[in-house]
């Protein structure tokens, strides 16, 4: 099993990137999946949410708006767009596979880092 994320890197204040997280191993299109982020000094945050099938979304309030949660299941792999970035979402990204409330599969994680 394996969850891998990319994208991450360092944009300048209002900047973008798009985060990837291929998953193999597993049935990818069967999980729940969601992104979490953990600055420097901070305990681990939660991001964004996406149903199976990609019909449902849930965003935290510091990020809606600005960052769109997606999935390809046909190539296993789940996106987080982010636009608009600010210093405050410099952390390291992750992605989870979970369901039922249950988290099953965790991503090493990639940074992401704003500044100017």
């Known amino acids: 099993v394996q969850l891998v994320e990319s994208g991450g890197g360092l944009v300048q204040p209002g900047g973008s990137l798009r985060l990837s997280c291929a998953a193999s191993g597993f049935a990818f299109s069967y999980y729940d999946m969601s992104w979490y982020r953990q600055a420097p000094g901070k305990e681990r945050e939660w991001v964004a949410s996406?149903?199976?099938?990609?019909?449902?979304?849930n965003y935290a309030d510091s990020v809606k708006g600005r960052f769109t949660i997606s999935r390809d299941n046909a190539k296993n792999t789940l996106y987080l767009q982010m636009n608009s970035l600010k210093p405050d979402d410099t952390a390291v990204y992750s992605c989870?596979?979970?369901?039922?409330?249950?988290?099953?599969?965790w991503g090493q994680g990639t940074q992401v880092a704003v500044s100017s």
């Open positions: 996406i149903s199976t099938a990609g019909v449902y979304t």
């Open positions: 989870n596979a979970h369901d039922g409330g249950v988290s099953y599969y």
